[in-house]
């Protein structure tokens, strides 16, 4: 694909006017700054973003970074404005930072965070009603949209007969397939995959205070010189040692229950298709996750009410977005005609991201969950597909 300039895509008039109409729905136009705290993207924005970023070192100590995305910025703006714990609607659209290859570094994004709303499914189905505004303003009117839901997985690990620490370490793998296919195989009656060349340590520390665990592989680790692995930090590294001596010393898994998850995994299609299908699962499986079925359902039900052709939709349990603070429904438009890399819309519900950056309290001060939905538009994707579709255009002409 061409590069398409910064300049040219931040002068495009289309983007304004998709900002606007967010704002005329009730989304107010925010901009966070460019240079942020570079912490919460390395804790909470997946492998990707965090191989990606510019970090810069910071005379205080802590390091600052490009912003590589918007999500992040606005909710901690929020966080520490007057409104937080309250419904507040925000959109955006300006620069994000993110090293590729070939291309350039700098590229824009247009999109909509909404917090605190009480009716997540009405939410839900309200952002993807806007996202595929985006799509039909540049001219792509039968986009190709992906859906996933993390929110099932969760409910399917929650049911199942796990230890705590592996119901953990599951939730985290559902954007790693590849991990998480290699922890199945642990969990297996057969035996673990292979001993570790330092399980005695694991061993000896797995019934260890833990807080007295964590400081002690911390100290290791800093008489060893290590400050960083990849853009974790000491604890993080000594969390991760910890659980994995956890992990070692877990029971095995029956092998019917990693047959489950194989088969929960299978399930794709139109919603409907697939709502019938998890619906037979669960009885086959003995499973009550009911509750987080039937609101699947409905937020299907409201996307047919505002026009969407849900039949479209290809949604499958085992669709993620490679973030690791997604929650429920997570989505993806796509050009149908495969003209563009990449995704031109994306996002999901990520109700866990506030107590993960240090909030959440809602306004009565409970310590609730903030819900939070939201999405993204690559600008630069867009403005590059008007290109293609008007040199095919000249081409059918000539």
């Not at 912003?67 to 955006?92: C, E, K």
């Not at 409970?366 to 590059?384: H, K, T």
Request: glycine share 12%; charged share 20%; hydrophobic share 45%.
């Amino acid at each position: 694909m061409s590069a398409v300039s910064v300049t040219a895509v931040g002068k495009d008039a289309r983007a304004d006017a998709l900002v606007s109409s967010y704002e005329r729905a009730g989304y107010a136009r925010v901009e966070p700054a460019v240079l942020q705290p570079a912490e919460p993207f390395l804790a909470l924005s997946g492998e990707d973003i965090r191989r990606r970023m510019y970090l810069i070192p910071d005379a205080g100590g802590d390091d600052l970074c490009l912003r590589p995305d918007l999500t992040i910025p606005v909710a901690l703006d929020y966080l520490a404005s007057p409104q937080a714990g309250r419904p507040a609607r925000f959109s955006y659209l300006g620069p994000v930072f993110r090293q590729r290859p070939g291309a350039s570094g700098e590229f824009w994004q247009a999109g909509i965070e909404s917090f605190g709303g009480a009716d997540k499914t009405a939410a839900d189905a309200e952002a993807m009603a806007l996202a595929l505004e985006a799509t039909d303003l540049y001219g792509v009117a039968a986009p190709d949209i992906r859906m996933g839901d993390v929110g099932l997985f969760a409910a399917l690990i929650e049911a199942l007969d796990l230890a705590p620490v592996w119901r953990r370490r599951l939730a985290k793998d559902f954007n790693r397939k590849t991990v998480l296919a290699e922890d199945l195989h642990r969990l297996a009656v057969t035996g673990h995959n292979g001993t570790p060349e330092y399980q005695g340590v694991l061993a000896a520390l797995s019934n260890a205070d833990p807080k007295a665990a964590r400081a002690l592989v911390a100290d290791l680790l800093s008489i060893a010189g290590i400050t960083t692995v990849g853009g974790r930090s000491v604890a993080e590294i000594a969390a991760r040692f910890l659980e994995q001596a956890e992990l070692g010393a877990g029971a095995a898994l029956p092998a019917e229950t990693g047959q489950i998850i194989e088969r929960f995994f299978a399930v794709a299609g139109a919603p409907a298709t697939a709502a019938a299908a998890l619906r037979r699962f669960a009885a086959d499986a003995g499973l009550d996750f009911a509750a987080v079925l039937d609101t699947f359902e409905a937020r299907n039900a409201l996307l047919a009410t505002k026009g969407i052709d849900t039949g479209r939709i290809r949604f499958a349990t085992s669709f993620g977005r490679g973030l690791d603070y997604y929650t429920g429904v997570v989505f993806e438009l796509h050009d149908p005609h495969g003209r563009v890399d990449g995704q031109l819309v994306a996002g999901g519900r990520y109700d866990g991201l506030f107590a993960r950056l240090g909030g959440g309290a809602d306004a009565s001060g409970q310590a609730d969950p903030i819900p939070a939905v939201g999405f993204s538009v690559w600008i630069e994707r867009l403005v590059a597909l008007g290109a293609a579709a008007a040199s095919g255009n000249a081409g059918a002409a000539r």
